[in-house]
Nanobody, 123 residues
Framework: QVQLVESGGGLVQAGGSLRLSCAAS????????MGWFRQAPGKEREFVAG????????YYADSVKGRFTISRDNAKNTVYLQMNSLKPEDTAVYYC????????????????WGQGTQVTVSS
């Protein structure tokens, strides 16, 4: 069992930066691949970024490539999403999720989800 709690969301102007954190409980965190997803009002949930259990592999949605960076610290049971050059279209609730297998884009394959943190980017 893994419990996930996101933090770090907020209101930021376009062009600004935020760093999201996702703290995980449980001793098996380091065995899970992790992902970040987001859902804007009236839209479907979409994949943002994924990182393998070791941190050796990462994968990004085209819409955030070059602007967002996913990382993890297994000693702290935490995964991060550094978001730079934010745009109004990045406004959404951001969720982290844990996956036993490396299928970063497939939300249905993730086993555990956090409650989400709101990110709002003003123009």
């Amino acid at each position: 069992q893994v419990q996930l709690v996101e933090s770090g969301g907020g209101l930021v102007q376009a062009g600004g930066s935020l760093r999201l954190s996702c703290a995980a409980s449980g001793r098996t965190f380091s065995s899970y691949d992790m992902g970040w997803f987001r859902q804007a009002p009236g839209k479907e949930r979409e994949f943002v970024a994924g990182i393998s259990w070791s941190g050796g592999n990462t994968y990004y949605a085209d819409s955030v490539k070059g602007r967002f960076t996913i990382s993890r610290d297994n000693a702290k049971n935490t995964v991060y999403l550094q978001m730079n050059s934010l745009k109004p279209e990045d406004t959404a609730v951001y969720y982290c999720a844990a996956d036993r297998f490396w299928t970063p884009q497939n939300a249905d394959e993730y086993d555990y989800w956090g409650q989400g943190t709101q990110v709002t980017v003003s123009s």
